[in-house]
């Protein structure tokens, strides 16, 4: 079973030969001898595509699920979807029917092909959604899919943080840690409940990584990197579609053990819900980043509380979200990493949707927090941050273009990295390492 779990649904033979079975697949449910069919089939293949393109515009610009158009790619599998949907049922039911019309003596033939319709539909289905995954990233493995939702152990040690002024270190933890023995080989992952005791934001479990020296008898203060997912998502999205807890135990092993604590909050309540991470009508998700989740990590974790020791980083919403709480707050994040961030926050394509749902209609509410405002009025001289895309991510790579030219203009140095792939979870899990790597010194760990 670990052979299977472990299959990639992204790259390598499953999604080939899956593609290639969907194409046999639809191939039995297009080629016929009736004319009157193929020109049946060619109807449904239109109708299938106007409907996926419309489909698709209307959850964009009538119902906002979504800040951002879909791209082709998805709403050409969507239109494959349905049409096969569509010639799956009229093969299966104009089976059903000759067989009733025409009797027993065609039971071979109808009902057989009226199964087989009924299976080869079923296969283009699965096919399209395992070529849709592909494109986002969120299912990396069929083992990620299937146990999509990791059982976690609850809270973490106890332990009694001294007060922050204490525990505010100005040398690197590299230099304060001796190497002393480490019962785990490896991190343990643990869902915490932050409450919303500033904010009253109400928020699912976060998720908190704890390295190999945090189990350490003469434990070091740690470092601290702040990860937010993107949205839709929740804080486990980190774990099931990237390699996260796998790269930061890969990092604690290179660094006797040492690696920041992890900690991956909510700041959206729901799947379903889109905070933008501000104080809004929405709800007030900066203050729940930057006061109770820093209040809860101080007062629960034994940690360095200096501001120069912790990052801030996320994919999608949550690069935006990292890139919102560097500029509004730097005295508590230096330091962030945003892959394929929002040139601002939005919650439709339509700006004034946004702010009429967010701000009452406010523009200048509006605009008066967000990064580009911010950057182009204040100076952050100790604020350091990666910028990373997809190769193929042409919107969220210009995106990126044009806040790193605001983030030097602002005094931040920055860099900016290009990873294979589009905007897609696949990105943000190839960028991991890097974003260790560009940590590695900032945060103190050599």
Known sequence: MNFVYGLSLLTGPFPTIALVLGTVALAFLVVR???KWWFFALACAAFAAVLSF?????????????PEELPNTVLLYVGITLWAVILGCATAVDGLMRHRRLGAGTLHTS?????????????????????????????????SLIQSAPVLTQGVPDSAPAENSQRFMKTPVRSRWTGADAPNAQGEVRSVGIA?????FHARNAVVYLPPAYF??????????????????????????????????????????????VVIPDPNGSDEANTMCMNSDLGQSDSYMAKDVPEWINSHLEVDSNPAHWAVGGFSYGGTCALQMVTRHPDIFRSFVAISPEREPALAVNRQVTIDKAFNGNAAAFDAILPLTLLGINKYPDVQGLFASGHSDALYSENITVLEEAARKAGIVST?????????????????????SFLEGRLGFK
């Not at 057989?112 to 096919?127: D, H, I, K």
């Open 216 to 261: 350490s008898p003469q434990r070091p203060l740690l470092p601290v990197l702040i990860l937010v997912s993107g949205q839709p998502g929740s804080p486990e999205s980190w774990l099931s579609a990237t390699n996260l807890k796998y790269d930061l135990d890969l990092f604690a092993a290179t660094h006797d053990g040492l690696a920041p604590v």
């Open 416 to 436: 900016r990295e290009s990873f294979p792939g589009g905007h897609s979870w696949a990105v943000a899990n190839a960028a991991l390492p890097s974003a260790l």
């Open 196 to 200: 919303g005791k500033f904010s009253g």
């Open 111 to 143: 009902v057989l092909r009226s199964t087989a319709a009924v299976v080869a539909m079923a296969l283009v289905v699965t096919v399209c959604a395992v070529q849709i995954n592909a494109y986002f990233g969120q299912y990396p493995t069929i083992g």
């Open 33 to 35: 001898r009736s004319v």
């Open 54 to 66: 419309a489909g698709g515009w209307a959850v964009i610009h009538l119902w906002y699920w979504w």
